[in-house]
């Protein structure tokens, strides 16, 4: 019963590499979405997706990329890290998107030193 | 633009004491979500709430939303070291292109 997977748990990147977190769901939600959680800060959406083929900018996507080629899969892309991209990062599904609890990951922390 | 307003930021109580943490919202909440956060992992769903005077309860835990849906209460009842975590309300937006805010969350420990 795996849910929302999550990988890597823990990341150190230097300023300016790149990398990919993972993200899969095996509850055939057609609604997926990443999350940033700064200390104190509550959660900010990056970016989400209503399907495969198909994402759309949150409120902060600024520095990220994504794609969504399968229902299970939504890939989050840092191109060029920066410090200000030091957080805790979560993925989430839901069925739908309204009147539906979201699904989470256990979440990502990336540090850029 | 709609926000959500927790409080307290964070809360310590002895083991045994009743606690309520409040979500307020700027407009009317169409769907007001509890989730628990342990420390280093994801989120928990604890339940939803959608009409006016609704009141859900799981064990101890007991969620309010007011008849004008814009507060919301999680009230707690003889805490338990368990009960320990950060509390996020969430809910569906009302308008824009993305549909869901997380309030900035309360910060529970639970003293044994």
């Known amino acids: 019963n795996a849910g929302v997977t999550q990988t890597p748990k823990f990341r150190i990147l230097k300023i300016g590499q790149s990398m990919t977190l993972q993200c899969t769901q095996d509850m055939n939600h057609n609604y997926m979405y990443w999350y940033r959680q700064d200390p104190g800060m509550g959660l900010k959406l990056i970016y989400y997706s209503v399907g495969a083929g198909i994402t759309d900018k949150g409120e902060v996507p600024n520095g990220y990329n994504v794609s969504r080629s399968t229902t299970e899969d939504f890939p989050l892309r840092l191109e060029l890290a920066a410090p200000s991209q030091t957080s805790v990062y979560f993925c989430a599904s839901s069925y739908r998107d309204r009147f539906q609890p979201q699904h989470f990951g256990d979440g990502t922390r990336l540090s850029i030193l | 633009s709609q926000e959500l307003e927790q409080s307290p930021q964070s809360l310590i109580v002895q083991e045994g004491k009743n606690l309520t943490i409040n979500c307020t919202s700027s407009?009317?909440?169409?769907?007001l979500y509890w989730y628990k956060q342990k420390y280093g992992e994801g989120l928990i769903f604890l339940m939803m709430?959608?009409?006016?005077?609704e009141e859900k309860s799981h064990e101890k835990i007991t969620a309010k939303l007011d008849e004008k849906k814009q507060q919301s209460s999680l009230h707690i009842t003889a805490s338990q070291p368990s009960h320990a975590g950060i509390y996020l309300c969430g809910a569906d937006r009302t308008s824009g292109t993305y549909k869901y805010i997380f309030g900035t969350g309360t910060r529970l420990k639970v003293l044994a």
């Open positions: 407009k009317t909440l169409y769907g």
């Open positions: 709430l959608q009409k006016g005077g």
